[in-house]
Nanobody
């Protein structure tokens, strides 16, 4: 499965971004999907995930209420809507996929190449 993220860019604090992740699989609807991020000098950490079968979502406490994960199964795409962005959200954001997997913990079997999000004035 190939995952391709897009949508990352430089944005001012308080701004919004919508990241996309396109998956190359006919079985997209059976994949749990999620997002991780890695800030410079830090480990990659969980951000959000969405289940494959019932739309249940899970968020890291640091983004709860500001970020929303969603999926478009006919178009094999998962999104991460990010609002009220803070400098601490600056990181490379990675998309992950796990066939029929759980969303907590979310352990992707496949990763994208990442997209850079920079929050700065």
């Amino acid at each position: 499965v190939r995952l391709v993220e897009s949508g990352g860019k430089l944005v001012q604090p308080g701004g919004s971004l919508n990241l996309s992740c396109a998956a190359s699989t006919r079985m997209f609807s059976r994949y749990a999907m999620g997002w991780f991020r890695q800030a410079p000098g830090k480990e990659r950490v969980f951000v959000a995930a969405i289940s494959w079968n019932n739309g249940i979502t899970k968020y890291a406490d640091s983004v709860k209420g500001r970020f929303t994960i969603s999926r478009d199964n006919p178009n094999n795409t998962v999104y991460l809507q990010m609002n009220s962005l803070e400098p601490e959200d600056t990181a490379v954001y990675y998309c992950g996929a796990n066939l029929a997997g759980t969303i907590w913990p979310f352990r992707p079997s496949y990763w994208g190449q990442g997209t850079q999000v920079t929050v700065s004035s």
